[in-house]
């Protein structure tokens, strides 16, 4: 996300005063609840879905990650690199590749 | 996230040959999972979390998000700041300041 | 549910001393967790699932849901019926028959 | 659930040609999205929650579990019997008194 976004959600939230709901744990709860709607998109198909109805609440999801990272002070480069670091060792290529098994199933 | 996590994921994928099991809904509801493993770390509490546990989760969370974007060839800041001026209908600062309901009960 | 079943998981929270975590909001947040744990076992596959993991995981979102009856002191048949009957209402046989439309695209 | 609620859920569902539609995958899907529109009622507070709306919501859950357990041929007692069984074993009485660890921090 570029600077230009990331300065809109945070007006958006400074101009409300909603840093007063945004507890890491609302965050979380809000993540879900966005996710859902997400997947409500494909609930009985995994076809067919509007993809305008898909964009609007994928990018909710993302508003309220970077909601989150501001208000834990996280860089999300760090983490995600971090994260991927780390999944490169749980799924090594040659154990990995062409399975959707989970790491322990290996 | 800038180029350089947003490589490393795509060639994660890559790599293992998982593209195939990308699929939007498969995303979608790999979304709302890593979702629930961040809410679960909030589960019983709103403090006293473990802040490397939700680093990993959030993380977990933002990098299937891009596997979706890349997935439907969408632009992050493209449908970020549709869904925020949408957003800044929904929520005029002089009814939501200050306030967390539902646009519907402003 | 048997009120055996029952009786089996009132007993198992008030053994632990459970009730104090047991607010509505906790138990709003672990259906959802155990939702998506029985998610997992669909994430990449609709087919191929691990029955066993899925009885597990089902199980589980039911004694949560029995938890949240007992906390808001509710009658599970007649929340059930009640919204039954708005589904009824909501999704008329000759229009839905046959259709997975959402009732507001009917 | 008594027997009168569980057949109008199936005759419901039978009325509108619907089994179709409940693969265990969309099943899975549905009851996290239910879940997270029970979690919403607990968005960004504890307390203050609508208890009608609470109710509709926690009965969705509870009627597309029934569907799920009607799919897949499952008897409701018999996998929360099986599964109390195992909380137990993880969660003995005496390590696990007045605490909301995971078991595996027992």
């Known amino acids: 996300m570029k600077q230009t976004a990331i300065n809109s959600i945070r007006k958006f939230t400074a101009d409300r005063d909603w840093d007063q709901f945004h507890t890491p744990a609302n965050l979380a709860k809000s993540i879900s609840i966005e996710a859902n709607e997400l997947l409500d998109c494909f609930q009985w198909s995994d ?38 670091t780390k999944n490169e060792l749980k799924y090594p290529v040659e154990k990995a590749k062409g399975k959707s098994n989970k790491y322990t199933d290996l």
Do not use: P
């Open 47 to 84: 076809d067919g879905y509007d993809i305008e109805h898909v964009k609007e609440e994928l990018a909710d999801v993302l508003v309220y990650c970077r909601n989150m990272l501001d208000r834990l002070g996280l860089d999300e480069d760090e983490i995600v690199n971090a994260k991927m």
